[in-house]
């Protein structure tokens, strides 16, 4: 491997390394917001409207980071 790739493949791992996610699981939602688990699943069962907004991919909850970001601007 040349000088030239090796610099090359370090710069896209790096920029690889500060792509974010555009949906959330739970437990990076709460790690986020700096709630427990347990709370953020109660926030999402109660669903109220106006609550946070999530996406279902059959039993798996995911949260849009655009969504999370606009709810919380509303808060």
Not at 39 to 68: C, H, N, Q, V, W
């Amino acid at each position: 491997m040349s000088k030239k790739e090796e610099k090359s493949g370090s710069g896209e791992s790096t920029r690889l390394a500060t792509v974010q996610p555009l949906l959330l699981t739970v437990r990076e939602t709460a790690r986020l917001l700096r709630l427990s688990e347990a709370k953020l699943y109660t926030m999402l069962e109660d669903r109220k409207p106006g609550g946070i907004p999530i996406k279902r991919f059959g039993r798996a909850l995911r949260i849009s980071l655009y969504d999370l970001r606009h709810w919380l601007e509303q808060q």
